[in-house]
């Protein structure tokens, strides 16, 4: 079991950046795969990254060269650094751990995939 909290989100113009983060706590393993999917009004969701235990990144092809995922096992903490913001990058973004040992790419991510999710932080782009 984890517990995961987002935080970062906030309102940016097209071109800029933000750095999301997701706090892990309440485990007594680390989870194999980690991502983030992102959710906007009206659309359905979308993968953004996901990251392996062994270190291995996937990205949709819509934030690739754009947006970088990382972690830090020492704090228990997952990243998404985002640059050159657009505004169909608007949505709330989900930080999502798994303990099983197949990683989903970024492509295959989906709700049921993961077995544990964060509440959401907002995104919001203005053009």
């Known amino acids: 079991q984890v517990h995961l909290v987002e935080s970062g989100g906030g309102s940016v113009q097209a071109g800029g950046s933000l750095r999301l983060s997701c706090a892990a706590f309440?485990?007594?393993?680390?989870?194999?795969?980690m991502g983030w999917f992102r959710q906007a009004p009206g659309k359905e969701g979308e993968g953004v990254a996901t990251?392996?235990?062994?270190?291995?990144?996937t990205y949709a092809d819509s934030v690739t060269g754009r947006f970088t995922v990382s972690q830090d096992n020492a704090k228990n903490t997952l990243y998404l650094q985002m640059n050159s913001l657009k505004p169909e990058d608007t949505g709330m973004y989900y930080c999502?751990?798994?303990?099983?040992?197949?990683?989903?790419?970024?492509?295959?991510?989906?709700?049921?995939?993961?077995?544990?999710w964060g509440r959401g932080t907002q995104v919001t782009v203005s053009s």
């Open positions: 309440g485990h007594t393993y680390t989870p194999f795969c």
């Open positions: 999502a751990a798994d303990f099983g040992h197949v990683c989903p790419t970024a492509a295959t991510m989906t709700w049921g995939r993961f077995g544990y």
């Open positions: 990251i392996a235990g062994d270190g291995m990144t």
